[in-house]
Each structure stands twice: as C-alpha cells, then as structure tokens.
C-alpha cells in the first residue's frame, strides 16, 4: 500500500490537517520524530501542544531509527500510522550520523561539516536516504496506511551557512522523493489543504 504526503510551511495548519485524516480510524500510531535528548523548553511546550491536540486513544512512539522495523513489527497491531515530521526526522538522524556513526561532538558539527568536501557530504546523504528508501520499502510492501508530514522547505528562507543550505537542499530532495511515489500529496497553506496529487 502507499501512502499520503502532506506537506506545508510552519504554522500552516499540515499537522492538523494530516491528524483529520485519520479522525475515523480506531488504532492510530503516532511517530514522533522529536525525541528529546537535550533540554530545550520552547521544543518540549511544541511537544506538548501537539499531545493535547491528539485523540486519547492513539498510541505514540517517539523514535527516528529504525522506523522500517519498527511498522513490520507492529503494522498488524494499527490501522495506520502518523509520522511527524519527516524534517525532524531528518534532522536528528542528521545529527546522529555525525555523532554516534562518525563519532564528532555535537557542538562542532557545523564547523567540521563546513570543512567536508562534496563527496563527504554526499556520503552523508546517501546515508539518510537508505533510512528513507527502507521507510518507503515497509510502506509499499506492506498493507499499512501511513500519512507523512513534512515542512516545504522550498518557500522559505536561504540559510546564511553551508551547513544550513545543504541541508535544506537535502529536506527537498526527500521531500522529491516522498512525493514521487505517495498515493496522494496535500500542501497546506493557512490551515487550508490543497490536493495536488
């Protein structure tokens, strides 16, 4: 089975949209990609005003790794699944691979990244899209309905670093590639959604 994409800046209302998409489904999982291993009270109040918008009886799983595993091993435990967002996602695994796999302090990624030649970076990217490409495996090789959320990066603003625009480059890569082989794709703009595929 495929799935469905939505997509939207901040603040346009896609979470809310994408969540009235399941309204009517008993057994929903949640996948909060915004695991918290650092403190930071602006991003855990986000947290908490999306909990509040959630049906009590969806269950959540706050992971970004091994998402692939994770619906093979519960895909006959839900009727769907909700995964918000594929950016965050892609930011703490970002940051994963710089630290855990590539074992560089978090607090000079930037700096040791600005020194990475294109076929380092390119490394890294490949590495974020095996995560996706086995994401988007379970999904269509499964009976399993899932909804995506992610931000459209391609409206905002260029980061000033080179960091911050090779990832943003990258946030629309995968967002491409999303788009290319869900069932349906939704942009939201002020808490109004528009079928575009």
Known sequence: MSYTLVTGGAKSGKSTFAESLLEDTAAVCYLATSVMNYQDAEMEARIQRHQ????????????????????????????????????VLNTNLFFHIMTEEMGKDLEHVEQL????????????????????????????GTNTTMILVTNEVGSGVVPVSAMGRWFQDLLGKVNQYLAKEAESVYFVVCGIPQKIK
């Open 113 to 140: 990244f600005d020194a990475y030649s294109p076929q380092e970076r390119y490394k890294i990217e490949v590495r974020m899209f095996q995560e996706w490409e086995k994401i988007r495996a379970v999904l269509l």
């Open 52 to 87: 509040k918008t959630r049906p009590a009886s969806w269950q959540t799983e706050e992971r970004f790794l091994a998402i692939d595993d994770w619906i093979r091993s519960t895909k006959n435990n839900y009727d769907a699944y909700l995964l918000d967002c594929v950016t």
